[in-house]
């Protein structure tokens, strides 16, 4: 018997301040960095909020440090024309009325066929992820095509570094007892994030995606700090993954932001990267027809 799972349905997602979640990302091995009275993730030179959603006055979005050449952050609610770009994502805005008759009909018999087949469970400690969870995530990147595929070694300390902090709730699936599918959840203030989703490929069928979502929100709803669910930014070239997130209830919303990105380079990830362009500046590039 896997010690330290509880029934999804009652699993709520810790709600906890910008500063705490802060530092679970930097005691997970991210990189954050306090300026300007701010909390900012710093991947490879790109800096953004570690609250991805906050809102910032425009004065207050700046070069945050020397070794950046890029940034963004969403603006305030009133200064909308001090943007000059937008975040793309898929949200719940009214967390509180989302609920599976919310959810097209289609979706509804995804979910109820997936309650009736898998058990849901909130994971609270790493032993059914030590186990099992690497067999998943191995799957689902060779699926996918993108994503890293980790040593035994450090996915067991990226576990360890997880659950050291009550910072995040992870949901799994299981068909009797396999593990087949686990989604990651944390929250800054208001606002709660799917963070991972990790299925696998021979599970697909039993419609585990859909529910390991319903019970995402489920658990971001039960939350009385958390209004709001924020699934990741918009991918325009995974047509599919995007109209999934819009059936699962998840609309595009583009939040108004500022942005910079050091001269040239620009141009540069416009011309070679043009999606990577629209999720960091909410700007597309029109498709040239010969």
């Known amino acids: 018997m896997i010690s330290g799972l509880q029934p999804a349905g009652e699993a709520v997602v810790p709600a906890v301040t910008e500063e705490e979640n802060a530092l679970w990302l930097s005691a997970r091995g991210l990189r954050v960095v306090e300026t300007h009275g701010r909390y900012w993730r710093v991947d490879q030179g790109r800096w953004q909020p570690t ?118 709730l992870v949901i799994g699936a299981l068909d009797g007892d396999r593990l087949v599918g686990y989604v990651t959840v944390h929250a ?54 995007l109209r999934f997130k819009e059936q699962m209830g998840f609309p595009i919303v583009e939040v108004p932001a500022r942005y910079w990105i050091a001269p040239g380079l620009e141009q540069l990830l416009r011309r070679l990267r043009p999606n990577a362009y629209y999720r960091f500046t909410g700007k597309r590039i029109p498709v040239e027809v010969s």
């Open 51 to 168: 609250h991805f959603f906050a809102h910032l006055p425009a004065a207050d979005i700046r070069r945050p440090g020397r070794a950046c050449w890029a940034y963004r952050a969403a603006v305030l609610a009133g200064e909308e024309s001090e943007a000059n770009g937008a975040i793309p994502m898929h949200v719940v805005q009214d967390l509180e009325a989302y609920s599976l008759e919310g959810l097209r009909s289609s979706k509804r018999r995804q979910i109820r066929a997936s309650m009736r087949r898998l058990q849901f469970v909130a994971i609270k400690e790493p032993d059914l992820l030590a186990q099992q969870g690497l067999r998943v995530l191995e799957s689902a990147v060779e699926r996918h095509g993108y994503g890293s595929i980790r040593s035994k070694s450090r996915y067991q300390k990226e576990l360890e570094a997880y659950f050291q902090r009550d910072g995040g």
């Open 188 to 241: 800054s203030g208001a606002t709660a994030y799917v963070e991972d989703v990790h299925l696998a490929s021979d599970a697909l069928e039993t419609q585990v995606g859909p529910g390991l979502t319903f019970h995402a929100a489920m658990a971001a709803q039960r939350s009385p700090q958390i209004s709001e669910l924020v699934h990741s930014l918009v991918t325009p070239e995974r047509p599919g993954l």
